[in-house]
């Protein structure tokens, strides 16, 4: 049984998580709604204008220039072949690539660059880009453009034996779309709470393993009274007192009464009237609360040997009811039988 503060933060956590189950549900469904439109409906890839050099289309002769164009394609194409025919006085340094972007919605957002070094003065053009996106297992939609101009300058150098140094390539950036970060924040919060779950499902398990019975329960109590009476840790009055709510709330479990809410008399008269306790017992039960109250209530001294001897009479009090319920148990299991 959990305790009401954690019961409330088991409950919270269930609505949370139940929430963000639904969230994905409901994202994939969509995501998945929409690419099925995309199947249904083709939609042509689109691009950004005939590109651009970066950082700046006038470089000197020798220094290196990234050419880059932006293509928004659907979700279900992907990118194809790339052709560069680069002008006279301009050549490749590296292979065309294609980087990916980000994600939009029913939309990637892809970088077409390729890195170029002019080894002519003056104005270059006249170059062409080839690239191609598809659908798989459809026609490809074919792209041609048109390199822009770059206005190649002398190299500004104080040694006639410099040689032309090739700049570093310029970067692009790298972002990722903001659903992977949510994604990433969804997964790590399902794992948190499956892991506190697998905690607390752990640990009532370990409590309901380590759970002792009524019996175990009344006669270990009994034993650590003793024990701390013999260290003097207790008075006697006290241990006595103790003894008697041992004694109840045993009762209370075993013949399912309401023993620690009752007074010595009613508790007395129900045992009177019922026959779960043999005679004997309700004769020890009757003399044992009554001088427990007398010590309670009226202040009466006991010592350690009447405390003593008062336990172990409860001790046999509860194993007679071990006793008699194990008979019970087995009488009710060769009834069956038979």
Same mark, same amino acid.
């Given at each position: 049984?959990?305790?009401?503060?954690?019961?409330?933060?088991?409950? @919270?956590?269930?609505?949370?998580?139940?929430?963000?189950?639904?969230?994905?549900? @409901?994202?994939?469904?969509?995501?998945?709604?929409?690419?099925?439109?995309?199947?249904?409906?083709?939609?042509?890839?689109?691009? #950004?204008?005939?590109? @651009?050099?970066?950082?700046?289309?006038?470089?000197?002769?020798?220094?290196?220039?990234?050419?880059?164009?932006?293509?928004? !394609?659907?979700?279900?194409?992907?990118?194809?072949?790339?052709?560069?025919?680069?002008?006279?006085?301009?050549?490749?340094?590296?292979?065309? #690539?294609?980087?990916?972007?980000?994600?939009?919605?029913?939309?990637?957002?892809?970088?077409?660059?390729?890195?170029?070094?002019?080894?002519?003065?003056?104005?270059?053009?006249?170059?062409?880009? +080839?690239?191609?996106?598809? @659908?798989?297992?459809?026609?490809?939609?074919?792209?041609?453009?048109?390199?822009?101009?770059?206005?190649?300058?002398?190299?500004?150098?104080?040694?006639?034996?410099?040689?032309?140094?090739?700049?570093?390539?310029?970067?692009?950036?790298?972002?990722?779309?903001?659903?992977?970060?949510?994604?990433?924040?969804?997964?790590?919060?399902?794992?948190?709470?499956?892991?506190?779950?697998?905690?607390?499902?752990?640990?009532?398990?370990?409590?309901?393993?380590?759970?002792?019975?009524?019996?175990?329960?009344?006669?270990?109590?009994?034993?650590?009274?003793?024990?701390?009476?013999?260290?003097?840790?207790?008075?006697?009055?006290?241990?006595?007192?103790?003894?008697?709510?041992?004694?109840?709330?045993?009762?209370?479990?075993?013949?399912?009464?309401?023993?620690?809410?009752?007074?010595?008399?009613?508790?007395?008269?129900?045992?009177?009237?019922?026959?779960?306790?043999?005679?004997?017992?309700?004769?020890?039960?009757?003399?044992?609360?009554?001088?427990? #109250?007398?010590?309670?209530?009226?202040?009466?001294?006991?010592? +350690?040997?009447?405390?003593?001897?008062? !336990?172990?009479?409860?001790?046999?009090?509860?194993?007679?009811?071990?006793?008699?319920?194990?008979?019970?148990?087995?009488?009710?299991?060769?009834?069956?039988?038979?």
């Amino acid at each position: 049984m959990l305790k009401k503060g954690t019961a409330r933060i088991v409950r @919270i956590a269930a609505a949370l998580l139940g929430t963000l189950l639904a969230a994905i549900v @409901i994202s994939i469904l969509a995501i998945s709604v929409k690419y099925y439109q995309l199947t249904r409906n083709p939609q042509a890839a689109v691009v #950004d204008g005939n590109g @651009i050099f970066l950082p700046d289309s006038m470089p000197q002769m020798g220094e290196t220039r990234m050419y880059r164009v932006m293509i928004k !394609a659907p979700w279900n194409t992907d990118p194809g072949t790339v052709t560069i025919t680069p002008p006279d006085g301009l050549q490749m340094v590296a292979e065309p #690539d294609y980087t990916l972007d980000r994600y939009g919605w029913g939309m990637t957002y892809w970088y077409l660059q390729v890195e170029l070094q002019p080894f002519r003065t003056g104005e270059l053009k006249g170059g062409k880009v +080839g690239f191609s996106f598809m @659908i798989p297992g459809q026609e490809a939609q074919v792209f041609d453009l048109t390199l822009p101009a770059l206005n190649v300058k002398e190299r500004q150098t104080g040694k006639a034996t410099d040689e032309i140094v090739i700049s570093e390539m310029v970067p692009v950036p790298k972002r990722l779309h903001w659903i992977w970060y949510v994604l990433a924040g969804i997964v790590l919060i399902l794992l948190l709470t499956g892991l506190y779950f697998l905690y607390r499902s752990l640990k009532e398990k370990k409590v309901q393993i380590a759970q002792k019975t009524i019996w175990e329960t009344a006669l270990e109590a009994i034993t650590d009274l003793r024990t701390a009476l013999k260290k003097k840790n207790i008075l006697p009055e006290e241990a006595v007192a103790s003894l008697t709510d041992i004694v109840r709330h045993f009762l209370e479990s075993y013949l399912g009464i309401r023993a620690e809410r009752q007074t010595t008399g009613e508790f007395l008269r129900e045992l009177e009237r019922g026959e779960s306790l043999p005679e004997q017992d309700r004769k020890f039960l009757r003399h044992f609360l009554e001088t427990a #109250d007398q010590i309670k209530f009226a202040r009466a001294e006991a010592s +350690g040997d009447v405390f003593d001897q008062t !336990a172990r009479r409860a001790e046999d009090l509860v194993k007679s009811c071990h006793a008699a319920s194990d008979a019970e148990k087995n009488q009710k299991k060769g009834g069956k039988k038979s």
